[in-house]
Nanobody, 123 residues
């Protein structure tokens, strides 16, 4: 049974960087596409970035393009979200989600979710 566990959240000043990790277990890592989503206080959950099973298909939300980078290390069973030039509006709980093979930007396409990791950006 596929499981995803996020880590790496915390408190960071605006302009600084943070890297989130999503560890995949319970399934063959090379069959799993991963999406990152976030939910800010009082707002709906939104798409951030996604990567397919082998890393050759990647998508980003416009709000994070050029600042965030998604990558994966299948040998370690981990997907990363490198977040640079963080802004106050990046404050949210960040979730990784998994589905088979191909990445999607719609959250309803992901059947399996992690518990989330909180990122707080101070202005």
């Amino acid at each position: 049974q596929l499981q995803l566990v996020e880590s790496g959240g915390g408190l960071v000043q605006a302009g600084n960087s943070l890297t989130l990790s999503c560890v995949i277990s319970g399934a063959t890592v090379t069959t799993i596409a991963v999406g990152w989503f976030r939910q800010a206080p009082g707002k709906e959950r939104e798409f951030v970035a996604a990567i397919n099973w082998n890393g050759d298909s990647i998508a980003y939300a416009d709000s994070v393009k050029g600042r965030f980078t998604i990558s994966r290390n299948n040998a370690k069973g981990t997907v990363f979200l490198q977040m640079n030039s963080l802004k106050f509006e990046d404050t949210a709980v960040y979730y990784c989600a998994g589905r088979l093979f191909q990445q999607r930007v719609e959250e309803e396409e992901y059947p399996t979710w992690g518990q989330g990791t909180r990122v707080t950006v101070s202005s």
